[in-house]
């Protein structure tokens, strides 16, 4: 298996076409870092079974694959239609109501019951991604909403609706996320993704459900909404990482701000040293084809040299006909990519603040690997703090992670350039330099003659603030 693959992560959503153990093992084999569980689809059953297959793969592997489990978060939809296809007409008036039925052409049920108190005249509706638009007219301001088709088509059960200009009063953080995070934590996975949030204050109750379970799943917080734009420092601030909800997103905000927005997020995320993934749509074509468009390969690459953690791939990998050579043509293009440009972002430490002098050490660590040309960064660490700075300054080296704390490993999967590995107690830094030096040629990631930087924390034993910097050949 091959240990050192890309800088840039790849995460690959599971489902009916890639739960099974033989195809998951393929899928580890072609480059992923990442298995999402989407928890808008499946049982926990079904998640279950898929979270022991990437346990015994990792196991059986020596691998550290993450488990991403996303939430549904407050998903609008309608009901389901007549013969499942109703078609909608230009100009026609149509009844969007909050008690159940069967859809028409002229009524169709809503999912979100407060829709009639907290729509205006006015306010757009776009359905199955905006590929229909409507506009509401009237509201009784109880169950039933009137509304005039301004771009029609038809019209399939269950389809996402969209409501880009109306304040939802929906919580981020439904009964049946609850209870989906409470399974993912009861079976440790490493990330939890919130949906549709809008402000930092909607990660608070999700914060609080991890703490009071005594886990250690890290948040990240979807950005799909325009008060989430708004409010993006605070949010960037309160999680552990962000994604860029590109499907949602790019219906709720006019389409041609995406890609700067993708950008200003990464840009930000990058300084800050938290996480980002950029998701939906990277390879869509490869759901039906066997390799992805011109367009698509350059989406990817340049998601690539924004700096971002990760790439997404969801319907290509959960139930497209090519989900293992999906992840072979996302890894190929990010190898490729990340060829041709040369990383190396800087964020100066903030002075006075509480991280200045952990800050500073990771800074110039990078500055003397880039100035010697150094093979590798090799940090220790049990909070993974300094693996998260390095890894935010994009060095060129190598960034190896040595940990006693077993539930990081499978986190820093997520996270750009970072490979980690558990070792056991060792009484002094002069020890634990040595066992990482012996490891590592071991494997042949450094090699007689390489420069290697050190980053830890001594005394060793107290896990205190990144302090010592060791300059080395191997």
Same mark, same amino acid.
């Given at each position: 298996?091959? !240990?050192?693959?890309?800088?840039?992560?790849?995460?690959?959503?599971? &489902? *009916?076409?890639?739960?099974?153990? $033989? /195809?998951?093992?393929?899928?580890?084999?072609?480059?992923?870092?990442?298995?999402?569980?989407?928890?808008?689809?499946?049982?926990?059953?079904?998640?279950?079974?898929?979270?022991?297959?990437?346990?015994?793969?990792?196991?059986? !592997?020596?691998?550290?694959?993450?488990?991403?489990?996303?939430?549904? &978060? *407050?998903?609008?939809?309608?009901? $389901? /239609?007549?013969?499942?296809?109703?078609?909608?007409?230009?100009?026609a008036e149509v009844l969007f109501v909050t008690e159940k039925c069967m859809g028409t052409a002229e009524k169709l049920y809503l999912s979100y019951k407060e829709f009639p108190r907290d729509v205006n005249v006015g306010d757009t509706i776009l359905v199955d991604d905006g590929?229909?638009?409507?506009?509401?007219? $009237?509201?009784?301001?109880?169950?039933?909403?009137?509304?005039?088709?301004i771009h029609g088509g038809f019209l399939s059960s269950k389809k996402g609706v969209n409501l880009p200009n109306t304040k939802i009063s929906l919580p981020s953080l439904t009964e049946k996320d609850i209870e989906d995070v409470n399974f993912a934590l009861d079976n440790n996975v490493d990330w939890i993704a919130l949906s549709f949030v809008r402000s930092a204050e909607d990660l608070?109750?999700?914060?609080?459900?991890?703490?009071?379970?005594?886990?250690?799943?890290r948040i990240i917080a979807k950005i799909e909404k325009p008060e989430a734009i708004d409010d993006i420092e605070a949010i960037i601030d309160a999680s552990n990482g962000i994604m860029v909800a590109r499907g949602d997103l790019g219906v709720e905000v006019p389409f041609d701000q995406v890609p700067l927005l993708q950008k200003d997020i990464v840009k930000r995320c990058v300084e800050k040293a938290k996480p980002v993934i950029i998701a939906t749509q990277m390879?869509?074509?490869?759901?039906?084809?066997?390799?992805?468009?011109?367009?698509?390969?350059?989406?990817?690459?340049?998601?690539?040299?924004?700096?971002?953690?990760?790439?997404?791939?969801?319907?290509?990998?959960?139930?497209?006909?090519?989900?293992?050579?999906?992840?072979?043509?996302?890894?190929?293009?990010?190898?490729?990519?990340?060829?041709?440009?040369?990383?190396?972002?800087?964020?100066?430490?903030?002075?006075?603040?509480r991280t200045f002098l952990p800050d500073s050490i990771c800074l110039n660590a990078c500055r003397m690997a880039s100035q010697t040309n150094a093979k590798a960064i090799v940090t220790f660490t049990y909070s993974g703090y300094t693996a998260f700075k390095i890894s935010s300054h994009r060095p060129q080296s190598d960034i190896f992670v040595f940990t006693r704390n077993k539930t990081l490993?499978?986190?820093?999967?997520?996270?750009?350039?970072?490979?980690?590995?558990?070792?056991?107690?060792?009484?002094?830094?002069?020890?634990?330099?040595?066992?990482?030096?012996?490891?590592?040629?071991?494997?042949?990631?450094?090699?007689?003659?390489?420069?290697?930087?050190?980053?830890?924390?001594?005394?060793?034993e107290e896990k205190g603030q990144t302090n010592m910097i060791k300059l080395s050949y191997v």
């Open positions: 298996m091959r !240990l050192i693959r890309s800088q840039t992560k790849v995460i690959a959503t599971i &489902g *009916p076409v890639s739960s099974s153990k $033989e /195809v998951l093992e393929k899928m580890f084999h072609e480059g992923v870092d990442v298995c999402r569980l989407n928890f808008s689809h499946g049982t926990h059953d079904d998640h279950l079974q898929v979270i022991n297959n990437i346990l015994e793969l990792n196991q059986e !592997l020596n691998a550290n694959v993450a488990i991403l489990a996303d939430l549904q &978060g *407050p998903k609008i939809r309608i009901g $389901e /239609v007549e013969n499942n296809r109703v078609e909608l007409i230009d100009c590929k229909m638009k409507l506009e509401a007219i $009237e509201t009784n301001g109880k169950d039933t909403v009137k509304a005039r088709v608070v109750q999700l914060k609080e459900i991890v703490r009071n379970k005594k886990k250690f799943a390879l869509e074509s490869m759901i039906t084809n066997f390799r992805p468009t011109r367009a698509e390969a350059n989406d990817v690459a340049n998601a690539v040299l924004d700096g971002a953690d990760a790439v997404m791939l969801s319907a290509e990998t959960s139930a497209g006909k090519y989900p293992i050579e999906s992840i072979a043509a996302m890894q190929k293009i990010i190898d490729w990519t990340e060829k041709g440009v040369a990383f190396n972002r800087e964020a100066l430490p903030v002075p006075g603040s490993l499978r986190k820093m999967s997520l996270v750009w350039g970072v490979r980690a590995f558990y070792f056991d107690e060792h009484d002094n830094m002069d020890d634990a330099i040595q066992h990482s030096i012996d490891f590592l040629k071991e494997y042949k990631h450094i090699a007689e003659g390489d420069v290697v930087v050190h980053v830890g924390s001594t005394p060793f």
